[in-house]
T-cell receptor, first 113, second 113 residues
Framework: GESVGLHLPTLSVQEGDNSIINCAYS??????FIWYKQESGKGPQFIID?????DKRQGQRVTVLLNKTVKHLSLQIAATQPGDSAVYFC????????????FGKGTHLIIQP | EPEVTQTPSHQVTQMGQEVILRCVPI?????FYWYRQILGQKVEFLVS????????KSEIFDDQFSVERPDGSNFTLKIRSTKLEDSAMYFC???????????FGPGTRLTVT
């Protein structure tokens, strides 16, 4: 499945399938991008980040892709598990360092058994 | 694993009252942040703090807001005269400065009646 984080708030996938969550960012000067996972009643939890000089970065079961040409960021989650159910936010940082983050609206990922 | 802690978890106050939200960032971190999240909406940056002064603030962070690091461990957000629209989750975050992953606390739910 595929969703645009800012325009399609809910993504429903079958357990074991791969998920792709998309995000469009607005500022071409943004240098640093992060994906956060937020479970109900909790604070955002860091998943993976990427700098603007890269176009792909992999973590454990997650991959972030950055397309600076169209200002698009995506998060791929392999073999989704029930524990992946959460709201996923992309965030950008213009300065690339210690600046405040600008968050997207979030996509609610629902894992169907 | 070190974590950001926040107290209280839920604060109910009447409109016009002052509230202080408290955070204990991760002990060796140098940059501190406050964000808010109105129910069902995205996380919004309020303010960042470094070396005992505000380094960046958003338009939301007006004269009704202030931050302080009263000792070596606490970081507080004060709202002088709360309004109904201040009702939200307030998250504290911190980074080491060597790495830029912002670690978030569990949040304080502020309800203004």
């Amino acid at each position: 499945g595929e969703s645009v984080g800012l325009h399609l708030p809910t993504l429903s996938v079958q357990e074991g399938d791969n998920s792709i969550i998309n995000c469009a960012y607005s500022n071409s000067a943004s240098d640093y991008f992060i994906w956060y996972k937020q479970e109900s009643g909790k604070g955002p939890q860091f998943i993976i980040d990427i700098r603007s000089n890269m176009d792909k970065r992999q973590g454990q079961r997650v991959t972030v892709l950055l397309n600076k040409t169209v200002k698009h960021l995506s998060l791929q989650i392999a073999a989704t598990q029930p524990g992946d159910s959460a709201v996923y936010f992309c965030a950008e940082n213009i300065g690339g360092g210690a600046d405040g983050l600008t968050f997207g609206k979030g996509t609610h990922l629902i894992i169907q058994p | 694993e070190p974590e950001v802690t926040q107290t209280p978890s839920h604060q109910v106050t009447q409109m016009g009252q002052e509230v202080i939200l408290r955070c204990v960032p991760i002990s060796n971190h140098l940059y501190f942040y406050w964000y808010r999240q109105i129910l069902g909406q995205k996380v919004e940056f309020l303010v960042s703090f470094y070396n005992n002064e505000i380094s960046e603030k958003s338009e939301i962070f007006d004269d009704q807001f202030s931050v302080e690091r009263p000792d070596g461990s606490n970081f507080t957000l004060k709202i002088r005269s709360t309004k109904l629209e201040d009702s939200a989750m307030y998250f504290c975050a911190s980074i080491s400065g060597r790495l830029y992953e912002q670690y978030f606390g569990p949040g304080t739910r502020l309800t203004v009646t």
